[in-house]
């Protein structure tokens, strides 16, 4: 667990953002590999086999918030919104790259940033991307370029105002 646990939490902070549910799914992820240690065949490397447990519980709690959202009809934003500026959480002048990269990864579609962080900020290889995933490697071609688009014109329209 202690080797496992940065990468496993990079991808879920990726995933979530720094919310307080982070660490919770970060924790679930390894509570979920020992209940199913039975049926880790080895095929694919132990990191990989986490990443896609991290990716899976990552989406089933975008998925839990968004029906939240709808079911208090609690302020509708759609991952596809791009941020008010005004927001302090979203203020790009007050962030460095990194910071900004990560904030801005929050709004776009969850398909796309599941790529974008294997891919760029984890490391994997498009063949590995596409295991984790389960998608063909061209799909993992296209999210990737989808994604940075979408990315940049986030960062772009958050610099402008």
């Not at 199913?36 to 519980?57: C, H, K, M, V």
């Not at 919104?81 to 962030?95: K, L, N, S």
């Amino acid at each position: 667990m202690q080797r496992h646990e940065q990468q496993v939490r990079a991808t879920v902070l990726g995933m979530l953002g720094p919310v307080a549910e982070a660490d919770d799914v970060a924790q679930e992820v390894f509570i979920r590999f020992f209940r199913s240690l039975d049926n880790f065949r080895g095929d694919a490397q132990l990191t990989t086999y986490l990443s896609r447990i991290a990716i899976n519980l990552s989406l089933n709690e975008l998925k839990r918030r968004q029906r939240a959202q709808k079911r208090f009809l609690f302020w509708q934003r759609s991952d596809t919104t791009i941020p008010d500026p005004a927001d302090e959480h979203a203020d790009p002048a007050r962030m460095d790259d990194q910071q900004l990269v990560r904030q801005a990864l929050q709004y776009i579609d969850a398909d796309y940033r599941s790529v974008i962080i294997l891919r760029l900020l984890d490391g994997y290889s498009v063949k590995e991307t596409a295991e984790i995933l389960d998608i063909p490697m061209g799909t993992v071609a296209s999210r990737l370029a989808r994604g940075l688009d979408k990315l940049k014109e986030v960062i772009v329209r958050w610099k402008a105002m």
